[in-house]
């Protein structure tokens, strides 16, 4: 079967991805008719860690398993903070957290303007 044809329709078709994150969309775009919303995640999505300050007791296992050095421990507060920016998402310290205080979300759109945002650094 030739591909030709479906080649051809996608030349004609307008993208379906969005030119900026949408959370970041002004009011009023002129040249942007439509923003396209994020497809739904499935309930096993691996997204944005999630961390629960009270539930933690400051035992590292989670700094020991992340193969991305992304998460911090603060040794006088005995909590550690997660550097979102270096996280792959894998999800190892979810797994190793003996007290369930880090969780999977289904957040996705990560992008910041500003690399110091309290979005990208949890503590
Ligand atoms: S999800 Fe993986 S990379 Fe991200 S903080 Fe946890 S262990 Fe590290
Ligand atoms: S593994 Fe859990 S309890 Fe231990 S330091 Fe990390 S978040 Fe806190």
Known sequence: MSIIPTLLKQLVKKPFTNPFPKKHAPNKVSDVKKINDPIPVPDD???KIKYD????????MCVTV??????EY????KKIKHHVL???MC??????CPVKA??????????ETDKKSPNLIEK
């Open 91 to 96: 999800a190892e310290c979810v797994d190793v």
């Open 74 to 77: 603060l040794p006088k507060e």
């Open 53 to 60: 300050r009270a539930k933690c007791i400051g035992c590292r």
């Open 45 to 47: 999505f691996r997204g």
């Open 66 to 71: 992340c193969p991305a050095n992304a998460m």
């Open 102 to 111: 880090l969780s999977s979300s289904k957040e996705f759109l990560l992008a």
């Open 86 to 88: 270096r996280c792959i």
